[in-house]
C-alpha cells in the first residue's frame, strides 16, 4: 500500500516534503494546466492553430501518466519519479534508497538504474541495494509476486484488445483511406484494365501490402518529376507533401533569422552571462584568490599572501576531495562538479605560478638581506626582513631550508667582504706610505712645532691633528679607519662577524626558531632544525673568517710593505654592484668604489727609495714620522686589536683542523702586532731623541722664570711617549669579555724600552748642551740667521719664538742651560723615573745613577763653560795689577804706610763681578750664589798665584797685598767659602813667606790703622757694591759665616 509521504512525493514531484527553495524544473513546466489564468485587463495574444496540431506531442489530447518526468524543455521521459517494488516488499523504492543514504534525488541517472520503468534499469545494482538483506524465502515470494503482477497486465491488455477489436478494424481502414488519398494527390485516374489488373494479381486495396506494391510498380521505367499539382502528394519524389513549401520556409527562416536573430541571440548571451555570472558569485572566493595573492605580493603583505595561499590551498584540497571520494565510490562526477574542479585546477596553477615567482624573489631577497650589528633605520628595517623573509617561506612550504640558505649566503657575504677589505687597505695604505716616502722630510721646524704640540698641563686638551705633518696624519687616520672598519664591534665588520655568530647560535640552539610557523600541515617543521652537518659548517665558516682577519693583521705588522699595487687598477664591471653573497661587491679597487680613499691614476708614487731608513720595513709607520703621533695612533690601534682578539676568543670556537687553539693563535697576534709597534716607536723616539733639543726656544717657563720651557716641555713629550707604551705594551681590550688573550709583555721588549729610555735622556741632555753652546749653528743651517745668534724675529715661532730672551750672547744661553740642568736633576729627571717605575713596575736603580751622573757631569761642564771666560778675565787683571809698577807705592810723607787706597785691579775684579752679578741674576737668579762662590774662588786662587809669583814683598807690599785682599774679602763676604777662606788664609803665610820680620813687625803696629782704612772704604762703596751684600728680603746664595769689617785683619794679625 502506497504511503500518504509517497503519493505526496510524486504528486507535486519533490525529494522532500520540506523544501527549502522552489524546484527550479518547475520553472520550465509546460502544462496548460499550471497556466496561468488570463486576466481582464492583460488579453493574451491569440495565435493561429496549425492543422497539424492534433499531431504535435504537446497537444490537448496527449496522455498523462502518473509521475511521469519531464525535462527542461517540458518533454516527458516515461521515467517515473518513484515506483512501487517490482517485489512487493516496499512501497517505494527511492525511499527506500534514501534511507541507505544513496543520492537518488540529486543524481537522477543514479535512480534511474534503480526504476523499472528506465531503460537504465540493472536488476543487480536494484537487489544489491534495496533488498541488500532479504532472505531466499522472500525474493522467492517477490518473484511469485512479479509473475502475477505480470500476468494480471497481460489479462487487461488481451481484454481491452478484444473489447475494442471493431474498433481498432474501422481505425486501420481509415489510416488506410487517408494515406491513400494523401499520396494520390495529383495523380491521373487509372483505366478500367490497369485498375481490373491490379486487383486481379494483387491483394485488396485496403491491405498494407498494396501500398508496396504501387509504389514499385513499372521498375524499369524512367518516372517524370512529379507536376506541380502533385508537390503535396505524400510520396518520396515530393519529399513526401513538403517540397512546396520547403523552398518558402527557407526562405522565411533565413529572414526571421535576420531579423529576430539578434535579439533571440541577445537572449541567449543573456542567459549565458546570466548562467556565469551566477557561477561566478557562488566562486567568487576562487575568482578573487588570485588577484588578491597578486595584490599583496606588490604590497609586500606577506600575512596577506598566506592567508590568501592557505585560503586557495583549501579550495584545491576540497576539488581534490571530490575527485578520491568519486574514484572510492567509482560514482560519476555532476556536471557542477567538473566545472567546480576545472575553475579550481585553473584557480591554483595561477596561484602556484604567482607563489613559485614570488618564492624565487623570496630567495633572492633573503641571499640579499645584509646589515651592521649598530644599525640605521634602514639597517634595522634589514634585519628584521631576514627573519619576516624566513618566516614567509617556511609558511608557504619550500624544499630548501631557508634558516641555512640565509646563514650560508651570510657567510660568504661577510667572508667577500672581509677579503675585498683586507685587501683594499693594503693596498690603499701603501699608496700613502709611498706619497709619504717620495716628498720631502720635514725640517726641524716642523718638528719643533709638532713637540711643542703636547700640552704641558693636563687642563690643555690633546690635539692629535697637531703631533705631525697633515700626510703623515692623514696616514694615520687612515691607518685607524682602516682597522676600526674591520676590528670595530660598532659598525665594523668584527661586530657583523660575532653578530653573525650569536644569529648562528640562537637558530642552533632553537631560539630563534620558536617564533618561526611550522607551515601547513607541519610540513616546514623539518626546517627548524640545523643539521650536525650545517652545523659543523658554521663552525667550521666562522673559524675561517677568524683566520683571515689574524693573517691581515699579522702580516700587515709583521711583513714588510708589499710591492704589487695592481689590484688598485682593476676593472669595475659596468653592471651594478649585485647584492647576492655568491657574487659580492667586485675585488676591483678604483676611484669610483665607495671609500674615503682617493687617489689620482695618473699621478702614482713609484716604488719607496731605500735610505737606510728604519722606517723602510714598516708597512704600518708612515716615513718620516715622529715617534708622538705614533705612540697615539698605535695606542688607539692595539686598543682595538686587543679588544678583537677578545671578542674573537670569546666565541670559543671548536678546535677543527689546522686552525685549533685558536686562543694561542690570537695571543701570538696580539704579541707580533705589540712587538712591531715598540720597535716602530722606540726607533723613532730615538731619531727624535737626537732632536729634542730643538725644544729649546728660550722661553722662559711661565711658572719659573729663572728657567726656560724646554724642561717641562721634555718632561711633557717623554711622559706622553712613556704613557703611550705603556698602553701599548699592557693592552687592555676596550670592553670586558668572556675570554682574555691579553698577556703581559716580555722581559726583551721592556728592556728595550728601559734602553731608549736612558738613551733618550743623553741625547736631549747632549742637545742642550750643544745648543747651549753653539746656538743656531746646533741646529742646523735652517735655523742660523746669523753668526752665533739664537735670537728669531717676532714672526718667527708661537709666542714670539727666542725673541722673549735676549740669547744672543753665549753667557745667557749657558746660565739658562745651566739652570734647566738645575731642574731637570731635582724635579723632572725623579718624575719621569717614578713614572717609568709605576707605569712599567720595575725599578730603574742603575738607570737613576746613571742618568744623575750624567746631568752631574754635563752640569759641571756647562759651569766651566760659563765661569772659564770670566775666571780667566779675573786672573789676567789681577796679574797686571799686581805686576804693575804702580803697584804698592811707599807712603807719601808725613802719612802712615797703612793710609792708602786699594790697588787699581781690585776694583776692576770687583766691576766684573758686578757685571756678573747683573747677568746672572736678570738670567738664573738661583745661580748667583754659586757663580759668585766660584768666581771669588777664582779670585783668590789668582791672587795666591800671583802673590807667589813676586820675589819679595817691601813694607809697602805687605800692605798693599793685606789691604786688596781684606778689602775684596769683605765685599764679597757673602760668597765666601770655605776653600776660599783657607786660601786667603794660605795667601797670608805666602806673604810673610816674602817678607823680613822688621815688616811683620810694623805690619802688627799698623794693623789698627789698617782697620780704619778698611771700614772707611766699606762705607765709601757700599753704595757700589750693594749687590754683594744681604737685601731686606735676603740675597740668594748669601755665604755662610760671613766676617765683619774688621775681622780679616784680626785674622791677618793673628798669623803674623
Known sequence: MESMETKLLNKYNIATLFPAQWPEDKDYDSDEDDAPAPTSTAQPPRFSKSRYSVLESGGRYQRKLPGVEKTRDGADNLVQKDEHDPLGSFPSVVQVLRQRGLPVEEDIKLRNRFLLSSTTFSPSLFLSQVHSSASTDSLLAGLEFLSHSIEKKSASLKVLVESNFERFVSAKATIDRVYNEMRDVGKEPESPSERLHTHARGPSGSSFSSRKLSVSLAPGVQKPPPPEKKKNALVKESEYGVHGIKVPLTEVAVKAEEVWGPALGGREKEETLKTILASVEKNRGLFEVGSAIQDAIRRRDHDMVVEEYTRARKFAEDARYVVEQANYTRAQLSDGQIHQIIVTARMWADVEHQIEAFKRDAWRRLASTHFAKHQTDSEEAKSEQYMSLISIMLELGVEDNPIWVWLLSRYDYLKNRLAVTCERSKVEIEILRRHL??????????????????????????????????????????????????????????????????????????????????????????????????????????????????????????????????????????????????????????????????????????????????????????????????????????????????????????????????????????????????????????????????????????????????????????????????????????????????????????????????????????????????????????????????????????????????????????????????????????????????????????????????????????????????????????????????????????????????SPYVFAVLLSLVVTHTEVTTTSPPLTSRILRALFEATVQSLITTFSALPACSLAALMQATLDVEFMAQTLQSYTTEKASAVQTHIYQVLDQKTDNKARVRLQEELGALRGVLKRLREGTRVEFVCFRRGKRGTVGVADGGAGVGAGVERRGRED
Not at 674615503?596 to 713609484?606: A, G, S, T, W
Not at 786672573?875 to 799686581?882: D, F, K, L, P, V
Open 437 to 902: 716616502s717620495n716628498s720631502e722630510k720635514p725640517g726641524l721646524r716642523l718638528l719643533s712645532k709638532h713637540l711643542r704640540s703636547v700640552p704641558t698641563s693636563s687642563n690643555i686638551g690633546l690635539e692629535p691633528s697637531k703631533l705631525d705633518t697633515p700626510k703623515v696624519v692623514e696616514f694615520w687616520d687612515h691607518v685607524h679607519a682602516s682597522m676600526t672598519t674591520l676590528l670595530s664591534t660598532n659598525g665594523g665588520l668584527l661586530g657583523e662577524i660575532v653578530e653573525y655568530w650569536d644569529i648562528a647560535q640562537s637558530f642552533v640552539n632553537g631560539r630563534a626558531q620558536r617564533s618561526l610557523p611550522m607551515g601547513f600541515n607541519n610540513q616546514s617543521s623539518v626546517h627548524h632544525q640545523l643539521s650536525s652537518d650545517n652545523i659543523t659548517d658554521l663552525e667550521q665558516g666562522l673559524t675561517e673568517l677568524v683566520h683571515i682577519i689574524r693573517e691581515h693583521i699579522y702580516s700587515f705588522f709583521a711583513d714588510p710593505p708589499i710591492e704589487d699595487i695592481s689590484l688598485l687598477f682593476s676593472p669595475v664591471p659596468n653592471t651594478p654592484t649585485p647584492t647576492t653573497p655568491r657574487t659580492p661587491l667586485s675585488a676591483a679597487l678604483s676611484p669610483t668604489v665607495s671609500s674615503r680613499f682617493r687617489f689620482d691614476p695618473n699621478n702614482m708614487p713609484p716604488p719607496s727609495p731605500m735610505r737606510g731608513e728604519t722606517w723602510e720595513k714598516y708597512a704600518f709607520w708612515p716615513p718620516n714620522s715622529n715617534a708622538l703621533s705614533g705612540a697615539h695612533y698605535l695606542t688607539k690601534t692595539l686598543v682595538l686589536i686587543g679588544t678583537a682578539a677578545n671578542e674573537l676568543a670569546s666565541l670559543r670556537l671548536p678546535e677543527i683542523g689546522a686552525n685549533s687553539r685558536i686562543d694561542e693563535h690570537l695571543r701570538v697576534l696580539v704579541g707580533g702586532v705589540r712587538e712591531r709597534s715598540v720597535q716602530a716607536i722606540c726607533a723613532a723616539w730615538n731619531t727624535d731623541a737626537t732632536n729634542l733639543k730643538v725644544l729649546e726656544d728660550w722661553t722662559r717657563d711661565p711658572e719659573r722664570k729663572d728657567i726656560t720651557t724646554m724642561p717641562s716641555r721634555f718632561l711633557a713629550v717623554q711622559s706622553f711617549l712613556l704613557t703611550n707604551l705603556q698602553k701599548i705594551m699592557y693592552v687592555e681590550a676596550s670592553s670586558k669579555t668572556a675570554v682574555d688573550v691579553l698577556v703581559p709583555p716580555s722581559s726583551k721588549l721592556l728592556q728595550m724600552v728601559r734602553s731608549q729610555f736612558v738613551s733618550s735622556f743623553y741625547r736631549t741632555l747632549s742637545g742642550m748642551v750643544e745648543c747651549a753652546e753653539k746656538g743656531r749653528r746646533a741646529l742646523g743651517r735652517e735655523f742660523e740667521v746669523k753668526g752665533d745668534d739664537l735670537t728669531v724675529g717676532e714672526d718667527e715661532g708661537e709666542d714670539g719664538g727666542w725673541g722673549k730672551v735676549d740669547a744672543n750672547s753665549q753667557s745667557i744661553r749657558l746660565l739658562l742651560t745651566l739652570s734647566n740642568m738645575s731642574s731637570l736633576q731635582t724635579e723632572i729627571t725623579p718624575q719621569l723615573l717614578t713614572l717609568f717605575e709605576n707605569l712599567f713596575s720595575v725599578q730603574l736603580t742603575s738607570e737613576t745613577n746613571q742618568i744623575r751622573d750624567v746631568l752631574s757631569q754635563l752640569d759641571a761642564n756647562l759651569f766651566d763653560s760659563y765661569t772659564k771666560r770670566h775666571t780667566a778675565t779675573i786672573a789676567s787683571t789681577i796679574h797686571a795689577g799686581i805686576f804693575s809698577p804702580s803697584w804698592a807705592p811707599p807712603a807719601p810723607r808725613g802719612k802712615s804706610v797703612a793710609d792708602r787706597d786699594p
